[in-house]
């Protein structure tokens, strides 16, 4: 039987990608995600095709139990979860204040970092007593610093990244590799930067930005999560940040913006 | 008439003790804290007793709306309020993640950082309309790291500290001042350390650590946070840390377990 | 006998403003600069003529034993040191790897990081010995984050705020309060900002970004400075950022540059 | 021909260890360390033994033009540098400040801090011809935060870090990776922590924390290095650490030390 790649978030970008290349080196991948059955089956079925195993579902994750229920699904039906990625974003644009409701600032707490605390809760019980198992998390820039418009998604995934550091804490030494990955730029990925930007504008980054590989491909992407989940359990990775080369880092501003004004 | 200053977790420790600064500074102290009318009132007797004016209110920050009637209720009938201190705790202990029901998770998440974002989002428009106003936001470690047994502690901490972050970046150009305080040990506070540790050790460790400055005392606090609110808007302090002079940072681990393992 | 205020790096920004505010709350301030002794004579005599006391020395911080022979030559003859103030840059504008020769590259380290160094190695002991003491240390944004062009500033100020950690580790529990100073944004310092630019943009700058305050104003920095050196032992803060309230910090980026790279 | 890695600091450790992995993979390893002419002919013959290509320098890299004519002499006689692993320590066990006296800091610096710098000064350039190229450091916990007995240690890896992401902010556009790997704990290297130790207690750790995978392993780090070197220039990793899983991470305390001190 072989080992479970079980992602939380699996679009056509990181998500669906890692989950292709974990199915590429022997695990059975279980793409879940909230909507558009047809792209989960194009995933499933390229997945096939290529000679690996997948299974799909829709899911939304925000449901009571919708995690937990899918997760003991997938033990009892599919095997044990071996690696879980959890992918889910909390990104709702650049939004003010007063364009933040409640409602939306606790969506953004709910897929950002709740849903991570839920996915814990219930897997990592089965990894202990198996003595291993892997939790890889994608997150981002707004992990690292808030900043004007992301107050819903900073606090999300501040507190998610807090929520990684407590779980390798009492994890770890119990055999479960947690890692958090900053993504810190732009990925070429059609079901999110796509739909943000719309197919033109979308088309017109890739012939670009993205020519000069300047937007994070997934499928390269993937093979650092990859990488991340054969790691030995002596050298462990907790934390690293991804970017492309011609991206400007979270932590440096722009020249421009800021020559004069802050180095002196 | 008097600035008003709204203490939002106002207890016998620094909450308490800071409004008692800013009333002897000559603002109007507005005192909330969940429980204890006895405490309370006692707190806006010594206030009043020392010639200060200091009004209290109990109030659960966690019910709908509770935040959001109360500014509206201090701004209506005490006046502006000019400053406002969040000093309410997410601390549960030390659980285990099997420890930390959903329950207790989100009910940390909504005292450490959804209150939060309720108190600037009804109260900072009106301080935009005046053109000024203050936000001192009390932290701790947790903030910066997360740790086995504070899973929901340290997610509701660091998504808080982004929170401020963002805050920061969309209204200091509007002329309101964010500090997040990042207290960085035990408190010399009966309310909280001294519940938590019962009378006897509480007294102990006042008679041991506390004998030496080693604890952090609340009137000694509360001069910094004063210094915060009177800071010049060209020199805005968005963090710092307190700690007291014998404590070990949180970015330092004891010589005793790590000495030979992490500095090689 | 008044407690000595020793500033290294004493121009007519942050240097000379926080020694004239020391001397006005009672030190004897006692400044150093490495030239133009008219400017030095003026700051002592601006402190006299408001009833302080002062002695300015012209000195090479990177000479052997400079530092050294000035801090036991003070504590001979004018008294003991009770605060440090260390205010040397390192800043020689941006610069590519190329235009960085290697003794360019020693300097920076020499005036950010090694000096530093040997202030406190001659002066902790005695300060030891007394039971008390405070260091304070401007650093700035290369502190925090390298970048283009700071390849030696970084590197220097890297260092020094990682010293400024060793020495509160080792020295706070024996009385000594260090403090690192991020000071993110541009001082209206004549002598520093002034210079680099030329006085038709500095005065420029003054007037634009300067009339908002926009520019981080000497003497209200130095009130921060004094609050620091005043906290009490049982609540000193190591680090802390000063920015103008309309500057970007240095862990956001312009909205522009970044706008749909990073967010996203 | 082979791609050329060039190891600074090639011991029976990372170094070495990382040279043969490369070596193993399809490139000339070239093996610089300081002294042990007998160990760098194992570690060359080892590499030639499995069929590899590698060539040592006995190497002092603190000389004049050391690192510089090394840089010139390898491109001329062996072949364009692809790869550089900067694994210089500038470890000298936990000194006091009064322990460490001005050559010792400023060793530590050279070791640890300027020798990188030379090292991209002389071999960048080269690399932006080619347009592309790879700088691995090998840094420590030292780099992330100063501790007592550190003054040296942390100012130069502090200074290192920020010179790594300066270096980064300049030559990544142009081509060229650079990464910083923070070793989070002991790693079980003869050279280093095995000469600290004594063989006695260097075997006891081996038969205690090693036998549970809580030293790092060489080999196991080798292959993370020989991953980030071929990670595709959109998903450059700049920083991640590397722990034993059960090794408590650098900003975590010891429960024991911190308890009930600072998370309340």
């Known amino acids: 039987m072989k080992p479970v ?3 939380i978030g699996a679009g056509a970008g990181i998500g669906g990608t890692v989950g292709a290349k974990f199915a590429a080196e ?3 991948a279980v793409l879940c995600r909230r909507s558009d059955e047809e792209g989960l089956q194009k995933l499933v079925g390229a997945i096939e095709g290529a000679g690996g195993e997948a299974t799909g579902f829709l899911m939304n994750a ?5 995690i937990e229920e899918r997760v003991a699904q997938v033990e009892a039906e599919i095997g044990p979860i071996d690696t879980a990625i959890y992918n889910l974003g909390a990104q709702i644009g650049n939004r003010s204040l007063a364009e933040t409701p409640p409602g939306t600032f606790e969506l953004g707490w709910q897929l950002g ?3 991570l605390y839920r996915l ?4 990592f019980p089965k990894m202990v007593e198996r003595g291993k198992g892997t939790l ?8 690292m610093r808030g900043n004007a418009g992301q107050h819903s998604h900073a606090a999300s995934f501040g507190g998610r990244r807090m929520l990684c550091q407590s779980l390798n804490a009492e994890f770890a030494p119990q055999g479960i590799h947690v890692a958090h990955i ?10 999110t930067l796509g739909k943000l930007l719309g197919p033109e504008r979308f088309q017109q ?3 670009t930005q993205g020519a000069k590989d300047g937007l994070l491909l997934p499928e390269k992407i993937a093979e650092t999560y990859y990488h991340l989940a054969q790691q030995h359990r002596s050298v462990w990775t907790h934390e690293l940040d991804v970017r492309a080369h011609t991206d400007i880092p979270w932590f440096n501003s722009s020249a421009i913006a800021r020559s004069v004004a802050s180095e002196i």
């Open 182 to 191: 900053i993504v810190d730029g732009s990925v070429d990925a059609p079901d």
């Open 205 to 207: 980054l890739r012939d």
């Open 120 to 123: 814990a809760r219930c897997l």
């Open 26 to 28: 022997g695990y059975h």
């Open 62 to 66: 925000t449901e009571d139990n919708a």
């Open 113 to 115: 970092c709740f849903g």
């Open 136 to 143: 890889l998390v994608t997150s981002s820039t707004a992990a």
């Open 5 to 7: 790649c079980l992602v």
